[in-house]
């Protein structure tokens, strides 16, 4: 039996889709109520690797890049990693996410990758060893702060007395 223990929730989505406005608005709430919360992003720009990853996405660097990005290839980096309790799929079309601003410089900030984005997701979600939940992030922002606020007070409730499993290792999907 596992000790209690929090829950990792992840915010996934598009480029444009919320995913740092929620994730903000969703740690303050939970702390108002009183819930130990913290924030975490990826990529960390500010550890060494981050430093290179984003140089690398602001073009100031180059590295080989595995530009057909297969889905296994994808996951590598993540396989036994804490599996996440929850992942809130921030789902919005990309001429929604256009409508929030421009492009701005960064490598990947163009349709044509960001469609490539949403397939991949759109596979990703196949994976019923992960616990996905749709948010229509079109919504305006109470709208999806509440939808998000909902289910992640839920999954804190079921998760506490859960053990934590492992991202994509066979024995535990
Ligand atoms: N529900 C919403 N409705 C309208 N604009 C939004 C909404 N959520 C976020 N935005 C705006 O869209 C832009 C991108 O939001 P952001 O949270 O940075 O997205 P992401 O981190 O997923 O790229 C920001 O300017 C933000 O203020
Ligand atoms: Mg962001």
Same mark, same amino acid.
């Given at each position: ?55 690398? !996405?602001?073009?100031?660097?180059? !590295? ?25 799929? !921030? ?42 939940? #749709? ?8 709208? #999806? ?29």
């Amino acid at each position: 039996m596992a000790g209690r223990r929090g829950a990792l929730i992840v915010l996934e989505g598009a480029d444009r889709a919320g995913k740092s406005t929620q994730a903000k608005r969703l740690v303050e709430s939970l702390k108002e109520r009183g819930y130990q919360a913290e924030g975490m992003r990826f990529p960390e720009r500010t550890t060494e690797i981050g430093r290179l990853v984003g140089s690398y !996405l602001e073009k100031k660097s180059n !590295l080989e890049d595995h530009t057909n990005f297969s889905l296994h290839w994808c996951k590598q980096p993540d396989v036994g990693l804490p599996k996440p309790d929850i992942v809130l799929f !921030l789902d919005i079309s990309a001429e929604a996410a256009a409508k929030r601003g421009d492009f701005g410089n960064e490598r990947y900030e163009t349709s044509a990758f960001q469609k490539m984005v949403q397939k991949r997701y759109a596979e990703l979600m196949e994976d019923r060893s992960l616990n996905w939940q #749709v948010i229509d992030a079109a919504q305006s922002m109470e709208e #999806v702060h509440s939808a998000i606020r909902q289910l992640s007070e839920d999954i804190i409730q079921e998760a506490k007395d859960q053990p934590l499993g492992k991202l994509w290792v066979e024995s535990d999907t």
